[in-house]
């Protein structure tokens, strides 16, 4: 992991290979820089009042500075309109220097701040550069051209350690996000369910976090009887996957909980081939509650979270579960298999009626790549919301409006239940093509009893794909979506310890 680092600017004895500097558009006075060589500015005025460069967004050019001054060079980058600037166009334009400083081959640069300091200004740009420098290649053999980025500055004008906090805990965030990102880019050959369990029994240890996983033979007694059913196809045993982090005494814990089939073939109703490589994302949701629970410790969060990960790998085989089984779950209740493919909804069941009875918490958050149908409403760059109370919900969409993660509620009127009765349980795991991704919440809702509760379906965003639009922060691949929202809802409810 590169460093990076918030300093005070002094821009005239900064020794740095590459001096970023953002411009916007059509801003000629180019105040920020009086500090730089006097011809090195004369040049940059000049580019800027003949229009050579104008400052569009997503814009860069290089100046090189001749020995003119501490810097090599320094890339100018557009930063659109001053008016329209916000947090996300700074993470974006944050990412887009360190995609640059890439190209360019250097190890190290720094980075003017963009505009008027705050916190958000500080937290977006360290999350931009953290998230943009990320790459996944533990299967590829090291190209011995390529050089990369280990250090970068975000020069301030400020020496206030308030903005070095910000920076440390976004960078916290960064990690925990690239974290996700490498247990979802894995393949699903390197990655049953037992390497997340013990993924998790690391993490517990490395953060002093209490985990537990639960093995195939104890859900049988227990009556976790959706998890075991979806599990039963492969020789990859399913694990129920729990880690605890205790920041707040005996206050109520938050309960996340997150979907990881570790590869989902659709099992006897058998998916299409075409693409379902990428059902080896089908993971994520699990993942990033994982994650979670690594930046709520790391970060030394005041608050008590339970992650609660229900992994499967979905296969079809003489022993799969069938179209037609009806299943008893956790909690009771009954349901009829119509698709083996809608297996998400089965082990979510199982584990957030597990987690409330268990923990009664205060709030509970799953995060799944539940269906196709949340990417037919939203498209791939929003994630669905439904839930069961509305001030979470809300609460959730505030955050993700300052994070950048696009998120919209849908509904769930009672109505929708109606898809899901059965003829022969109590429920069954389809309720057909309208409106799939709320039936889905529907099916779900039947296990959170009066729990507030809120479901993320992250279908869309979990990794890149059709339809993806480019951010300069996410490369191709698992994105870790949703993880910064959630970790910024649990600092916000953080409270001081008794
Ligand atoms: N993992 C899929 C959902 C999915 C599909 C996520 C495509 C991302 C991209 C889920 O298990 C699934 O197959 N759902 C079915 C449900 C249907 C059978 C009711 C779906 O969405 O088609
Ligand atoms: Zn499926
Ligand atoms: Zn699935």
Aim: aromatic share 6%; glycine share 10%.
């Amino acid at each position: 992991m590169a460093q990076i680092k918030v300093e005070k600017a002094k821009i005239d004895q900064k020794q740095t290979s590459l001096l970023i500097i953002g411009v916007f558009e059509n801003e000629q006075n180019f105040s920020q820089s009086k500090e730089l060589d006097p011809s090195v500015l004369t040049y940059i005025k000049e580019t800027l009042d003949d229009k050579d460069f104008r400052g569009n967004f997503g814009s860069s050019m290089i100046v090189y500075t001749l020995g003119k001054g501490p810097m090599k060079k320094i890339l100018l980058l557009g930063l659109g309109k001053r008016k329209q600037f916000t947090d996300e166009m700074a993470r974006i334009a944050a990412g887009k220097a360190v995609l640059r400083a890439k190209e360019l081959g250097t190890k190290e640069f720094s980075i003017l701040q963009f505009s008027n300091l705050d916190e958000g200004l500080v937290e977006a740009m360290t999350e931009g550069i953290a998230l943009a420098l990320y790459s996944f290649d533990k299967y590829k053999a090291p190209d011995p051209e390529s050089v990369k980025v280990e250090e970068v500055t975000i020069l301030i004008n400020s020496d206030s350690p308030r903005f070095q906090m910000i920076a440390e805990k976004a960078g916290h965030v960064a990690e925990a996000v690239n974290f996700a990102r490498d247990l979802g880019n894995l393949p699903p050959n390197d990655c049953p369910p037992a390497h997340l369990a013990s993924v998790a029994l690391s993490l517990a240890s490395e953060y002093g976090m209490k985990a537990r996983v639960v093995e195939r033979y104890e859900m049988e007694t227990m009556g976790l009887g959706g998890i075991v059913a979806v599990g039963k196809g492969s020789n990859n045993p399913p694990k129920l996957i729990i880690l605890e982090y205790n920041g707040a005494g005996d206050a109520k814990p938050y309960l996340l909980v997150g979907k990881a089939v570790t590869f989902d073939t659709g099992g006897i109703s058998l998916k299409p081939g075409d693409k379902m490589d990428e059902m080896k994302f089908d993971k994520c949701g699990g993942c990033n509650v994982l994650a979670l629970l690594r930046a709520v410790a790391s970060m030394k969060l005041a608050v008590n979270v339970v992650g609660i990960v229900p992994s499967v790998e979905n296969m079809p085989s003489s022993t799969a579960y069938r179209p037609g089984d009806i299943v008893k779950m956790y909690n009771g209740k009954t349901v009829e298999v119509l698709n083996t493919d809608a297996e998400g909804r089965m082990i979510l069941a199982d584990a957030l009626a597990y987690g409330i009875a268990t923990y009664s918490p205060k709030a509970v958050i799953d995060m799944a790549t539940l269906t196709g149908a949340a990417i037919i409403a939203l498209g791939a760059n929003v994630a669905a919301l439904v839930g069961n109370n509305k001030q979470l919900t809300d609460r959730v969409r505030r955050m993700a409006e300052k994070t950048g993660e696009r998120m919209w509620d849908l509904p769930l009127y009672d109505e929708f239940h109606e898809q899901i009765k059965s003829t022969h349980a109590d429920i069954k795991n389809i309720g057909g093509r309208p409106g799939g991704a709320i039936t889905a919440a529907a099916f779900l809702s039947n296990f959170v009893g009066s729990a507030p509760w809120v479901h993320m379906d992250i279908a869309g965003t979990a990794w890149t794909q059709d339809g993806t639009y480019e951010r300069s922060y996410n490369p191709k691949g698992a994105t870790g979506f949703g993880i910064r929202t959630l970790v910024k809802q649990l600092s916000e409810e953080e409270k001081p310890p008794a």
